[in-house]
C-alpha cells in the first residue's frame, strides 16, 4: 500500500506525516463511511503525548467534519481505550495519532472500526485510494459540515473504570513499580492500579511533549529492572507510549518478555479452565515459548509479523490469548486489541493468586538464545531484501550450519526504515556469528 503499513500511517511528523495528509485521511475516512452507512458517521480520535498529536488531531478532525462526520476528541488516552470506547459507545470508527513505541519525532495515524477491530486490507484500499482522488461531491456545505465534541474528561475514567473491573478483585497483595514511557498511560495507570489497591510506584509518568520513550518504557527496560532488584518490589510493569505493549521483570529484575507472558498466562488459563484452543504467536517468538507450550500441551499457532496477524488467527481459531515478544499480548475475553495495563492486571491476578514469586514462574521457561539485529535501508527497498538472491542463499547457509537446531528470519520493518535480523539457536556463539554475517550481507546488498 502507498501509505498505510503493518500498523497504519506512519512517518516523521511534518515531515512524512503531515497536516495536509491527515486532513485527507480525515476527510477520506469520514466520507468513506458516509458513503457506506448513508448517514453522518461519528468517529473519535485520540492521541499519545507526542508535541504532534494536537496538531495531527486539529488536521485530522477538519478533514473529518469537511465531509459531513462529527470528531469526538478524546484527548491523552491509550490506543486499547480507543478500540474499547469506538466499541462501548456505538461510535462508527476510532482513530488513534500515534507512534507507539517510536521516539517522539515519529507519529502514526491508526484505525478502528465500529467492532474495535482494526479494519481489513480493502477499507484502507478504498482509503487510499479517496486520498489521492476525493470527489467534488465528498466536501460538504451549510448544515451538512460536522462538528467537534470535547469528550477527553470522561473518557480515560470510563476505560479505567472497565479495566478494573477485568482484574476480578483488588490486587491488594502486590508491590509493583510502573513506568508509563511518559505515554499515554500517563493519564491512566494511576488511577487503575491506585484503585486497584495495589501497592504501587510510578516512573516516567510526566509527559512533556519530547520525552515519550526516551530511554523509558517497554524498549528501555533498564532503569526498570535496575529499581525493581534495589528494592523489595514483586514486580515491575513497562508499557510503550500508546499503552498497547507491556514488559515486565521479576522482583529479581530480570526480564519478563512478551514471550514469557504469553506461556505463563496460558498456563494459568489452562489450569482456570478458560484456555480456547491454544496460543497464536508470530514467527519471531522465541523457541523457547513453542517448547513450554508442548510441554504443558497447549497448541501453538505461528502467525506473520504483527498484532494484526496475530489477531486474525485468534478469530479465525477461535483463540483467546495470543501475542509478540515485544509485549503486544491480546486477551479476547476482555479486549480487541493489544493492552499493556490490561495485560499488567491480569499478569498481576495469576500472580496474587498463584502466591509464588515471579522468578520461580519465570525459570520454567527456557530461552533460546537469540539476536536481533537492525540495519538502516531506505523505506522504497526494504521490501525487496528478503526477495534478493543473495538473502535467499544466506538462508540456506544458517539453515545447514545449525542443523535444525536454529533459525534466521529477515524481514522488512512495518514501521521503520530497517530491515531487521533475527537469529537464534541453541549455541549462542554459533547464533552470534550467524548474526554478524547476516547484517554484513544484508548491507552489502543494499549498497
Known sequence: MKYFGTDGVRGVANEELTPELAMKLGSALAYSLRKSLG????????????????????????????CGGDAWLLGVMPTPAVAYLTRVEDMDAGVVISASHNPFEHNGIKIFG??????????EEEIERLIDDLPEEARVTGADMGVVVDKSEEGNERYGRYI???????????KVLIDCANGASSHTAEMIFRGLDADCDFISYQPDGININENCGSTHMEELCRRVAEGDYMLGAAFDGDADRCLMCDEKGELIDGDDILALMAGYM?????????????????????????????????????????????????????????GHVILSDYATTGDGQLTAV??????????????QLKKEIFHYPQLMVNVKVPNSIKKQIAEMPRIKELEEEVKAAFNGDGRINIRPSGTEALVRIMVEGKDESLVKAMAEKAEKVVMEVIK
Open 164 to 174: 478494573m473491573s477485568c482484574a476480578e478483585g483488588d490486587l491488594s497483595g502486590i
Open 346 to 359: 491480569r499478569f498481576m491476578r495469576m500472580l496474587e493468586e498463584k502466591g509464588v514469586p515471579a522468578s
Open 114 to 123: 465500529s467492532d474495535g477491530y482494526k479494519p481489513d486490507d480493502s477499507r
Open 39 to 66: 448517514r453522518r458517521p461519528l468517529i473519535a480520535i485520540g492521541r499519545d503525548t507526542r508535541i504532534s498529536g494536537s496538531m495531527l488531531e486539529s488536521a485530522l478532525a477538519a478533514g473529518i467534519c469537511s
Open 270 to 326: 489452562k489450569e482456570q479452565g478458560r484456555l480456547k484452543g491454544g496460543v497464536a504467536a508470530t514467527i519471531m517468538s522465541n523457541m523457547g515459548l513453542g517448547a513450554y507450550l508442548r510441554e504443558h500441551d497447549i497448541p501453538l499457532a505461528a502467525t506473520k509479523v504483527g498484532d494484526r496477524h496475530v489477531l486474525e488467527e485468534m478469530r479465525r481459531s477461535g483463540k483467546n490469548i495470543g501475542g509478540e515478544q515485544s
